[in-house]
């Protein structure tokens, strides 16, 4: 396999970007044209003196913005431990180079948007979970890499990534038409990555947590759900457990991703906006091209739908079971279990009834694993896919407990438990595994819901607590917010990052500046200054009670009166995306 140089340089002139490979024996150069934008090989020798140098761990790719090009590199790695002896890096901090060395070219306007944009390829990168190795492909589980063609071994690892997977694919589109250069780039992957060694019965082995979110219909919780015409599912995260033990590894691989048909839940205020299922198109070619992928890539599909299936969330669960029925298809299997009725009142244990009905199924499924010499012992040929309506708390809570049941029949087969003991005795493991899990859920909540996961004192402790209930509370409050008043900009930050917009310089038109209403910026005020009013009226009593009552009334009214035509308009007063209209995508 091409690795990717591990140790760069960037020296920088007023004319070029220079990067150097200085791995041991390369004498490579990456030579980026800041006038033409042209992208060349060079040696060393073509480096003038004069450049200013600095160390870098990697280039994420090139954007193109109103001020014309950028180059956008990683400053600061963070290393989080081997993955079969290939060391896995976290980019913690990284840099946006501007080609143009002036902005004199560009109008006000242009400067303003251009910042705008700015802030936008910023804030996805302030967004933490983005890994990367230089010699191993983060992109693939273990089963996809051992059934692959001596062709595919010899390829770099940006040709040879699984597409749903590389997050910075759209920025390295110019390296990727230029094979001589793929050594220079990095695909990298947003998610999470744990990498624990571990030891039970005095057996020491390392156990690998990654989930990998897929960069197709990626966005933020409310304005992106169900499924695009392609099939691609909102908030698709494939979860990967890995066991490294004596040159063994096996691997249990499970997916979640929202409900795969036309549906929408735009915010609009409210605490919960109503979710609404598209009247208009025909949900079966895309659920059916869904699955037609899912069973590509990983054999049998057992949906767990874990939605309530009473309340706004019934009729989800009630198209979802008859588009099952419809597609008829005996590689998918559906399973609804109502995670929120039957775990009601604290009482946690019941998810075993889930874990208990689908044990055979599970059992049949297996496990991927391959032993010291490379022969592979078995193959996992079907996938558990979980939804909640997120895809966040439920999901991950459900998940923890399938993957446990896995590792319990792996561990056993290795030889690292013994016969009959249980991995929930192994204090010092179990608290590896949960914290991880916990960490996982956190990861996967703050990139598609924009605060960390509800119900981790579950999967940390195994117990729902009173403490756990109040952080749920407020994370669900921070939620609110995010999802209502700036969810606009984070959808839009994610299309500019993923090229699902594309700034165009020669027929620049800004989107940003859509014209608010004069009745947007009114009744908010309004709002304020009458219930302000109302409690002035109650503090400072009048004359007689009577006249008191009257201001109450009369301010109270205007309060709620206000604060209804605002609810009523809900939609127009949240924060929407600008860029691609979501609309249109529904």
């Known amino acids: 396999m091409a690795l990717a140089f591990d140790e760069l340089k960037l020296h920088t002139t007023p004319e070029k970007f220079y990067v150097e490979a200085c791995d041991i ?83 006000d306007t242009q ?104 960069c197709f219909r990626a966005g933020v919780r409310y304005y992106v759900r169900g499924i695009d015409s392609e099939g691609h599912a909102a908030n698709f995260v494939e979860t990967e457990q890995i066991v490294h033990y004596n040159g063994s590894k096996a691997s249990f691989v499970q997916t979640r991703g929202s409900i795969p048909f036309f549906w929408s839940q735009r915010p609009n205020l409210r605490y919960k906006p109503k979710p609404q299922i598209n009247k208009t198109v025909n949900h079966m070619d895309g659920f059916q091209r869904h699955f037609d992928s899912q069973i590509i890539s990983y054999g049998k599909q057992v949906i767990l739908n874990l939605v309530n299936q009473k309340g706004s969330e019934k009729p989800l669960e009630q198209a979802f079971q008859k588009m099952v029925s419809s597609l008829g298809n005996g590689m998918v299997r559906y399973v609804a279990f109502d995670f929120h009725k039957e775990c009601s009142r604290m009482r946690w244990d019941r998810l075993q009834i889930l874990v208990d009905k689908v044990s055979d199924l599970q059992d049949e499924f297996s496990y991927f694993l391959v032993d010291v010499d490379g022969k592979v012992l078995s193959q996992q040929d079907g996938i558990f896919r979980s939804n909640c309506m997120d895809c966040l708390d439920r999901t991950n809570v459900v998940q923890s407990l399938l993957a446990r049941r896995s590792l319990q029949a792996q561990l056993q087969r290795l030889g690292v438990l013994h016969v009959g003991q249980r991995i929930e005795e192994q204090a010092e493991f179990e608290k590896i595994y949960k914290n991880a899990w916990a960490d996982n859920a956190n990861a996967c909540a703050k990139q598609y819901a924009g605060t960390g996961a509800l119900k981790t004192d579950f999967t940390r402790t195994g117990k729902r607590t009173q403490w756990g209930l109040v952080m749920d509370g407020w994370n669900s409050m921070i939620r609110y917010y995010k999802n209502n008043f700036s969810d606009g900009f984070r959808q839009d930050a994610i299309d500019l990052f993923l090229g699902n917009y594309s700034v165009d310089e020669a027929e620049y038109a800004s989107p940003l500046h859509v014209q608010a209403d004069w009745k947007f910026l009114a009744l908010p005020i309004i709002m304020v200054v009458a219930f302000s009013m109302c409690i ?51």
């Open 25 to 107: 024996g390369a004498n490579d150069v990456l030579a980026i044209d800041r006038v033409s934008t042209e992208v060349t090989l060079a040696g060393k020798k073509d480096v003038p003196p004069s450049a200013v140098t600095r160390p870098i761990y990697g280039i994420l790719g090139t954007m193109r913005l109103v001020a014309g090009n950028y180059l956008i590199i990683i400053t600061k790695k963070k290393k989080i431990g081997d993955l079969l002896n290939h060391t896995i890096w976290k980019a913690t901090d990284f840099d946006i180079l501007s080609y143009k060395k002036t902005m004199l070219h560009l109008t």
């Open 111 to 214: 400067i303003q948007d251009n910042k705008s944009f700015l802030a936008m390829i910023n804030h996805v990168l302030a967004v933490d979970g983005f890994y990367f190795s230089t010699s191993y492909d983060l992109t693939h589980t273990l089963q996809r890499l051992a059934n692959t063609s001596p062709e595919f071994q010899e390829m770099s690892l940006l040709e040879r990534a699984d597409q749903r997977f590389v997050w910075n694919g759209h920025l390295l589109r110019e390296f990727a038409a230029q094979p001589e250069i793929h050594r220079f780039a990095i695909p990298v992957i947003h998610g999470f990555v744990a990498v624990h060694s571990c030891c039970i019965n005095g057996k020491f082995f390392d156990w690998i947590l990654i989930s990998r979110r897929s």
């Open 536 to 586: 002035i009226c109650l503090l400072m009593a009048g004359d007689t009670w009577t006249e008191t009552l009257a201001y109450v009334l009369f301010w109270g009214s205007a309060s709620i009166g206000t604060g209804a035509i605002i609810l009523y308009n809900g939609k127009d007063f949240v924060d929407a995306p600008k860029l691609v209209q979501k609309e249109k995508m529904d």
